[in-house]
């Protein structure tokens, strides 16, 4: 290795350690600086190499002469020869980067179910564009001479299981074809259509919400500018109190009723249920028919009935029913799913309400004890409770609990600072160097 190389490597492994030997604050508390790195890897920070060290590695790749395979240490520290990235490699910090930003998260930042997050709208949009083009392909080019839009609106109604049976395959491969395509279409994207019913009707209703707070804030900035006298608000926000408590007990009232409920579900979802009713009257309006034929094909539509005696004719109109089908099934599968969960909400509270009326006996009293200390915690209770009301099965709380063990590393039963510095003690006996690739 050439001497400028070997100097600028060794300046390089040196910064690095002098970047790890200083001290790292968190929570106004001193770290060890034998614990800082790992401290501060196991907080997520992943100060891995300082930008420093990069810009004496991009010297020693713009520098360096001659070939070779040899290493350069320091203190345990390893650089190896033959960088060929400014951020060690894309390869290798892309994955380090992703976990460090996992890692900072921490537990407490929420939790993001697939459905509301950025994947699942990717995911689906690639699995409809990869479906329609299936249907092109197969349908315009091999198996049928459909016209695109044909092949498309074919497909659209195959995988909202609508079956209006105006179009069907010709021949035995187009039909083997089908039995694979269809299947396809209805397990996949049959699972996506439910979760964007679920999107849109959470949405509006959203709107809604967020509609009638700013009218009840706008309400309230007008009744406090009408009142001067400091009392006299108090007292009239006493009333108001006393109003809301008066009409939160009669809501209660109220909903004790099944109808009621229904009712006021399917109120809050008007909107949008008018909606796909309109543009259901649009079409049949472009197809002339009545508008008791057109509320018919809605329905029909909509509940993936689909007898197939009323079905877009018109090229133009199948292409707004193209986007049409999937919205109405969606919407409308989503507000009867709605109104049934209703039901079944009733009848588990009810469910419920006879459960939690029930006497405490020795007998509970022994089976919920786990630990054996002839105690109850409530955790114990706790456990026990959440499992036998199917609030949530017992494998998930046993892997919690396992969890949660594995983190208590001084088996103190419960986490403290000192189990982050126990784990990254561990680290650090299993990773003894920091190689630069």
Known sequence: ????????????????????????????????????????????????????????????????????????????????????????????????????????????????????????????????????????????????????????????????????????????????????????????LGLFLGIIGEVLVEAQQGAVKAVRERAQKRMMEMFSHENDNDNDARAGDSAIVEREEDVNEEEENVENHLCIDIYKALVRMAPILSSVVVVALLIGHAEGWTIITSLYYCVITSTTVGFGDEAPQKEWVRIVAIFFMPVAVAVFGEVLGRIAQIYMDRSTQQAEKQFLQRELTLSDLAIMDTDGDGEVSLAEFLYFMLVAMQKVDKESLDELKNLFQSLDADNSGSLQKEDLLILANRNKQTTSTITIT
């Open 1 to 188: 290795m050439k001497p400028v190389v070997e100097e600028a490597v060794q300046r390089a492994v040196q910064e690095l350690v002098q970047h790890y030997s200083q001290p790292i604050h968190h929570d106004d508390s001193m770290i060890d600086n034998d614990e800082a790195p790992y401290f501060d890897e196991v907080l997520g920070g992943q100060r891995i190499v300082p930008p420093v060290v990069q810009h004496w590695v991009d010297s020693l790749v713009q520098t360096r002469t001659g070939t070779g395979t040899g290493t350069v240490t320091y203190d345990g520290i390893a650089s190896r020869e033959g960088v060929t990235s400014p951020s060690l490699s894309e390869s290798s910090s892309q994955p380090r980067q992703a976990q460090a930003q996992a890692q900072a998260q921490g537990l407490t930042a929420g939790f993001d179910e697939f459905a509301s997050s950025h994947s699942y709208l990717r995911v689906l949009a690639l699995y409809i564009l990869v479906y329609l083009l299936l249907a092109v392909v197969a349908y315009h080019w091999i198996f049928e001479d459909w016209s695109i839009v044909d092949s498309i609106y074919f497909a659209v109604v195959m995988f909202t299981t609508i079956g209006y049976g105006d179009m069907s395959p010709s021949t035995q491969a187009s039909q083997l074809f089908t039995i694979f395509f269809a299947l396809y279409g209805i397990v996949i």
